[in-house]
């Protein structure tokens, strides 16, 4: 297995993680009536729980560009040392960005933001 599919594997219990966290402070927020129930005219959510659902959504929608690049370099084998350490960059900025999110720290936030992308750059740049 490529280092690349290894840091993509752990990338999808990041994902996982996210998402769990996100639930379990909207269900604090919330109430268990609230996640048991069909959703209909949820309340919104404020604070910290408002925040770590951004930031779930966030890791989503970046999440399927990254497995996208990451199996495109793979199947194509063109994976190499940038590539590998571009997954790295991109896995790691995402560990740090939902708590800098949920703590709502601004700036740090979109520096963050920036260096995941730059990660999953260097991941998509092994196909040209």
């Known amino acids: ?69 990451v199996l495109a370099v793979v199947f194509a084998h063109r994976e190499t040392e940038h590539t590998a350490l571009g997954a790295q960059i991109y896995f790691w900025a995402r560990v740090v960005y939902w708590p800098i999110y949920a703590a709502g720290i601004p700036y740090v936030r979109t520096l963050v933001w920036i260096v995941a992308l730059w990660g999953f750059l260097q991941v998509l740049t092994g196909l040209f």
């Not at 990338?11 to 048991?36: D, E």
């Not at 209909?40 to 989503?60: C, H, I, K, M, W």
Request: aromatic fraction near 10%; glycine fraction near 8%.
């Open 1 to 69: 297995m490529t280092f690349e599919l290894k840091v993509l594997g752990w990338s999808i219990v990041l994902g996982l993680v996210h998402v769990l966290l996100a639930v379990a402070l909207a269900t604090r927020q919330r109430g268990m009536k609230w996640n048991a129930g069909n959703r209909e005219g949820e309340p919104p959510l404020t604070g910290v729980a408002a925040r770590a659902d951004r930031a779930s959504r966030n890791f989503q929608e970046t999440f399927v560009f990254f497995a996208a690049a």
